[in-house]
């Protein structure tokens, strides 16, 4: 029977995804990833999930790429990539890529360690949210290798190009009152509750027009890169296409209705 490494729960629109490998801190090894890719697919196309929450089984949230995967990579022939050709960066950046640009919020919940692209991994999501028990660290460059599941993107944009070079070349641990500070997680929980808390907040976070959010963590996901004019432009765009829906139609007509019953006049 497969292992299963990968859990998915969904209730009331909220998908809550574990990594579950406990016993490794939720290391990511290949068949992990298989799993997760899974995941986290169906949960961008399913329309009925409003909004994921990220989070980890046991004592760690991720402790990065599975260290004995890159022993048995070093061990086999130059060249090879597997996984009907696809390469394990392929896979890597699939999944990054998913968690970051999937047309709904993605809450990081921080159970404990996330090292290496397990930090990258939170960074990912659009939200953090993060317990006493957990703590970052860029691990890679204790590995020598270089931080490939876009902390170079994702890390300079919330502490700053200077302190996520700091960060990135040091490899060193940053806890809960740090990261807080730095920015480099929005929110602290308890414990017990932070999963909870986690699922609480995407569904605020998810209550508006889906059409809306997708359209708007579109246009924020590249504000960075567009001139204002881009940015004016596409928000346009995007105000066309929500014109156009239900959420609109319906949220205008219902607040107007309110108003008339207020006011004692009929429309
Ligand atoms: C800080 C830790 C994450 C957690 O510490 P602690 O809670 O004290 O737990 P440990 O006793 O150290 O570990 C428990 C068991 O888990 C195994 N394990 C931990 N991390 C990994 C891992 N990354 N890969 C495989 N196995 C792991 C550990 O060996 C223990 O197993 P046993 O009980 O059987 O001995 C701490 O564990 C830690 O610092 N881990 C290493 C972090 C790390 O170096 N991560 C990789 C960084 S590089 C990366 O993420 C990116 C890539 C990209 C390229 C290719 C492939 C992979 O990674």
Wanted: hydrophobic letters at 40%; proline letters at 2%; aromatic letters at 6%.
């Amino acid at each position: 029977m497969t292992e299963q490494l990968i859990e998915l729960e969904v209730a009331d629109g909220i998908a809550t995804l574990w990594l579950n490998r406990p016993e490794k801190r939720n290391a990511m090894s290949d068949d992990m990833r298989t799993q997760f890719i899974a995941a986290l697919e169906h949960v961008t196309y399913d329309k009925a999930i409003r909004a994921l929450v990220l989070t980890g089984r046991g004592k760690g949230f991720c402790a990065g790429g599975d260290v004995a995967g890159m022993e048995r990579r070093m061990q086999a022939p130059a060249g090879e990539v597997g996984f009907n050709g696809w390469s394990r960066q392929q896979r890597v950046h699939h999944t990054q890529s998913l968690l970051h640009t999937m047309p709904k919020p993605t809450i990081a919940a921080v159970n404990g360690a996330a090292s290496g692209l397990g930090a990258d991994t939170a960074l990912a999501c659009d939200f953090i949210i993060a317990s006493d028990a957990a703590s970052f660290t860029w691990s890679y460059i204790h590995r020598g290798i270089v931080p490939d599941g876009g902390g170079m993107y994702f890390l300079p944009r919330r502490v700053g190009l200077s302190k996520a070079k700091e960060l990135i070349f040091s490899g060193r641990k940053v806890e809960l009152e740090e990261a807080l500070r730095l920015g480099i997680t929005d929110r602290q929980s308890d414990a017990e509750t932070l999963v909870a808390d986690a699922q609480r907040w995407a569904a605020e976070m998810s209550k508006g027009s889906a059409t809306a959010l997708a359209l708007g963590k579109t246009i924020l996901n590249q504000s960075f890169e567009l001139s204002a004019h881009q940015v004016f432009a596409q928000g346009s765009q995007a105000q066309g296409i929500c014109y156009t829906s239900t959420e609109h139609r319906e949220s205008v007509m219902a607040f107007l209705a309110k108003s008339s019953v207020k006011n004692g006049t009929t429309r």
